[in-house]
């Protein structure tokens, strides 16, 4: 029988996640007085990818990027059944 010699385990520390644009949301909600870091994000994103963003509520994410001096590409969509008011 062959002797199976094992290689001794290297640990790495895992890989931490981009926290960039969680702190830049925070603080784009922050200057703009709303709650809402999920639009954040998604107004963050949005212009670092010069990307057009399809939503259901143009009014609150064009806010928050005229918070930047920024406009984003919107397209408007209607929210549907279930969309709240």
């Given at each position: 029988m062959?002797?199976?010699?094992?290689?001794?385990?290297?640990?790495r520390t895992p890989n931490r996640p981009d926290r960039g644009p969680g702190k830049?949301?925070?603080?784009?909600?922050?200057?703009a007085g709303t709650s809402d870091v999920v639009d954040g994000l998604v107004v963050i994103t949005a212009l670092r990818l010069r990307a057009l963003v399809v939503t259901s509520d143009p009014d609150d994410l064009q806010h928050l990027a005229s918070n930047l001096h920024s406009k984003l590409a919107l397209y408007a969509v209607d929210g549907g059944a279930g969309h709240r008011p």
């Open positions: 062959d002797a199976v010699r094992a290689e001794p385990r290297r640990w830049a949301a925070g603080a784009i909600c922050g200057r």
